[in-house]
Nanobody, 123 residues
Framework: VQLQASGGGLVQAGGSLRLSCAAS????????MGWFRQAPGKEREFVAA????????YYAESVKGRFTISRDNAKNTVYLQMNSLKPEDTAVYYC?????????????????WGQGTLVTVSS
């Protein structure tokens, strides 16, 4: 599985961005998916996850109520809608495949990773 993340950019605090992650292959709908982020000098951290059918989602406390993960299995794409952005949301955002359907929060629970897209939130 190959993943291509896009949609990052520079936005002012309080603004919104929508990230997309397009997956190759016919098995996309078989996998749960997750978004992680990594700020400069920090470890990669969990942001959100979604089940393969899209009915179950899970969020980090820091983004709950502001971010929404969704997916379109017909388009092999998972999205991350980010609203009310804060400077502390600045990071490279990565999408990842969760073959075991755990919707886990640890990086080792994910099997394939995209290249990341940079989100910068100015104050």
């Amino acid at each position: 599985v190959q993943l291509q993340a896009s949609g990052g950019g520079l936005v002012q605090a309080g603004g919104s961005l929508r990230l997309s992650c397009a997956a190759s292959g016919r098995t996309f709908r078989s996998y749960a998916m997750g978004w992680f982020r990594q700020a400069p000098g920090k470890e990669r951290e969990f942001v959100a996850a979604i089940s393969r059918g899209g009915l179950t989602t899970y969020y980090a406390e820091s983004v709950k109520g502001r971010f929404t993960i969704s997916r379109d299995n017909a388009k092999n794409t998972v999205y991350l809608q980010m609203n009310s952005l804060k400077p502390e949301d600045t990071a490279v955002y990565y999408c990842a495949v969760d073959r075991a359907q755990t919707l886990g929060v640890m990086t080792h629970e994910y099997d394939y990773w995209g290249q990341g897209t940079l989100v910068t939130v100015s104050s």
